[in-house]
């Protein structure tokens, strides 16, 4: 399978503790994004990566939230001292054209409950 | 702040009975508007981009549409495997996209 990849697909914790999760983008994409997404809603922002550079942050990111992409291949994204405003699916979105194009190639998401 | 909404919230049709969907936008600058289709515990798949008014993209039972403040996707003789939730987004000039909360779309056979 050659489609973008997130791990874990479901992930509970309890309030106060540390999440990480993980994507592998498609091969050949510079381009990574993360969104969130809570039931009913559609997603939301929260960062850019081209290469390694992370160059746009959401004002959502608050500094409990910390991304990476070394090496401009995969990326991790961790929650420090989880609230349960957290829960939500973490969708991890790679491309190899510019945002203008629209085309976004998601991975199926990471679940998030905190209790 | 650029705004999406799309409408209806949720819209179940019958096999065949078509239908629209509305995607209304108010943004500083739209230079694109696209639709993605997202299946229960999946992620968004792309569907179309359109860049101007006037602009119509088509494929199989999905038609996309936009006019200077809205968009509209029009799903000709729909199919159960039509169901899914249906989302609107724009881009504006940052590098990212600003999703509607979506249309949840159920089709019965």
């Known amino acids: 399978d050659t489609g973008v990849s997130q791990n874990p697909r479901h992930k509970i914790t309890k309030r106060g503790q540390n999440v990480t999760f993980r994507c592998d983008p498609i091969s050949e994409h510079n381009r990574l994004y993360w969104y969130r997404q809570t039931l009913g809603q559609g997603p939301e922002f929260l960062t850019y990566f081209q290469n390694e550079a992370q160059l746009e942050k959401s004002r959502l990111l608050s500094d409990r939230f910390s991304a990476e992409r070394p090496k401009g291949s995969f990326s991790t994204l961790e929650i420090q001292r989880t609230e349960q405003g957290d829960s939500a699916m973490y969708l991890c979105?790679?491309?190899?054209?510019?945002?203008?194009?629209?085309?976004?190639?998601f991975g199926e998401g990471s679940r998030l409950t905190v209790l | 702040e650029d705004q999406v909404t799309q409408s209806p919230e949720a819209l179940r049709l019958q096999e065949g009975e078509s239908s629209s969907l509305n995607c209304s936008y108010t943004?500083?600058?739209?230079?694109?508007l696209f639709w993605y289709r997202q299946d229960p515990g999946k992620g968004p798949e792309f569907l179309f981009t359109l860049y101007s008014a006037g602009e119509e993209k088509e494929k199989e039972r999905l038609k996309a549409t936009l006019t200077k403040k809205e968009s509209f996707l029009h799903i000709t003789a729909p199919k159960p495997e039509d169901s899914a939730t249906y989302l609107c987004?724009?881009?504006?000039?940052?590098?990212?996209?600003?999703f509607g909360s979506g249309t949840r779309l159920q089709v019965q056979p």
């Open positions: 943004v500083s600058g739209l230079r694109g």
């Open positions: 987004a724009v881009h504006t000039g940052r590098r990212a996209l600003t």
């Open positions: 979105a790679s491309s190899i054209r510019q945002v203008n194009t629209g085309e976004l190639f």
